[in-house]
């Protein structure tokens, strides 16, 4: 598989679905964004199975800084629709594997259980400050 190129009316629909989705945040005139691309290109071959997107931060300005998107490239991972992985900068090759790997071997309920926990928290905190 290919990079799909991702915009505002597309991504909830990349993320929300089971699976693993990568997406890199990119712009044409980053030197580092330009040398991760074949790298990232090369990883979707290879994993047919997950699916690459790819967001032109110059293009979507407004989804980059709903993603709190600061520094490109930045490399998100998305499994059935929790982001469990978000990192600054380019990836070599072994390193953008052992992520792939590490979202492949995530136990999702251990991940939702953490995450209705740490919302609780949050819930319990703004209670006590109301």
Request: glycine letters at 6%; a negative charge.
């Amino acid at each position: 598989m290919t990079t799909v190129n991702l915009t505002r009316a597309t991504i909830d629909d990349a993320i929300g679905d089971e699976g693993i989705t990568l997406i890199d945040w990119w712009a044409d005139w980053c030197g580092p964004c330009r040398q991760f691309a074949p790298t990232y290109e090369a990883a979707s071959e290879q994993h047919p199975d997950i699916t690459f997107g790819k967001i032109d931060t110059q293009a979507e300005q407004a989804l980059a800084s709903a993603a709190q998107v600061s520094s490109i490239p930045t490399i998100m991972a998305f499994r059935d629709g929790v982001l469990v992985f978000s990192q600054a900068g380019a990836l070599p090759a072994p390193a953008l594997e052992q992520v792939i790997q590490a979202v492949r071997d995530l136990d999702m309920d251990e991940v939702r259980e953490k995450l209705a926990a740490r919302q609780a928290t949050a819930d319990e905190g703004a209670g006590a400050q109301a």
